[in-house]
T-cell receptor
Framework: GQNIDQPTEMTATEGAIVQINCTYQ??????LFWYQQHAGEAPTFLSY??LDGLEEKGRFSSFLSRSKGYSYLLLKELQMKDSASYLC??????????WGAGTKLIIKP | IAGITQAPTSQILAAGRRMTLRCTQD?????MYWYRQDLGLGLRLIHY???????GKGEVPDGYSVSRANTDDFPLTLASAVPSQTSVYFC?????????????FGSGTRLTVV
């Protein structure tokens, strides 16, 4: 079956750096997405990786290793507003997104 | 404002009743999706449409139906609601099913079936 694994919850300190990992086993691979979802709100698109390596976008970076079935989202200079759930999703051979359950990130002052 | 509009925002529905969740986008996106989100689970695809006039079944289609008469609208119908359909429903769209386009999500419909 298809599977996306992420930690359920992580805690970090304001101003620090945090890395959220995602491992996947899917039938085919056509890209990996990261989304941010604040409590009670809709997910919003953060990043897309289809080739191995690091994609940087301001304070957020996303890394992909297709051979290892692994990605991470790196958040730098954490702010209180970064408290949210972070969702990893992989597009499979049918071009449908398979979603992880999300990682709830708690930022402490 | 470009985006996706879902209605209603929330609803309490008696079991056995029929209900349609509405979804409208003004971005001229070809692909549209309906997901449900339950605590502790990832978003699960109910139905999708890659272009107007076509629809397909996702991971959890039973008890739901959709139509795509035009580009903008993608309603989801629960024919006879059951308590297990209590969930938050998100409609999403993207320009196409390929490429690096992120999905744009509506604000969701919180449905409680009692």
């Amino acid at each position: 079956g298809q599977n996306i694994d992420q930690p359920t919850e992580m805690t970090a300190t304001e101003g620090a750096i945090v890395q959220i990992n995602c491992t996947y086993q899917t039938s085919g691979f056509n890209g990996l997405f990261w989304y941010q979802q604040h409590a009670g709100e809709a997910p919003t698109f953060l990043s897309y990786n289809v080739l191995d390596g690091l994609e940087e976008k301001g304070r957020f970076s996303s890394f992909l290793s297709r051979s290892k079935g692994y990605s991470y989202l790196l958040l730098k200079e954490l702010q209180m507003k970064d408290s949210a759930s972070y969702l990893c999703a992989v597009r499979d051979s049918n071009y449908q997104l398979i979603w992880g359950a999300g990682t709830k990130l708690i930022i402490k002052p | 404002i470009a985006g996706i509009t879902q209605a209603p925002t929330s609803q309490i529905l008696a079991a056995g009743r029929r209900m349609t969740l509405r979804c409208t986008q003004d971005m001229r996106h070809n692909a549209m999706y309906w997901y449900r989100q339950d605590l502790g689970l990832g978003l699960r695809l109910i139905h999708y449409s890659n272009t107007a006039g076509t629809t397909g079944k996702g991971e959890v289609p039973d008890g739901y139906s959709v139509s795509r008469a035009n580009t903008d609208d993608f309603p989801l119908t629960l024919a006879s609601a059951v308590p297990s359909q209590t969930s938050v429903y998100f409609c999403a769209s993207t320009p196409g099913s390929e490429g690096g386009y992120g999905y744009t999500f509506g604000s969701g419909t919180r449905l409680t079936v009692v």
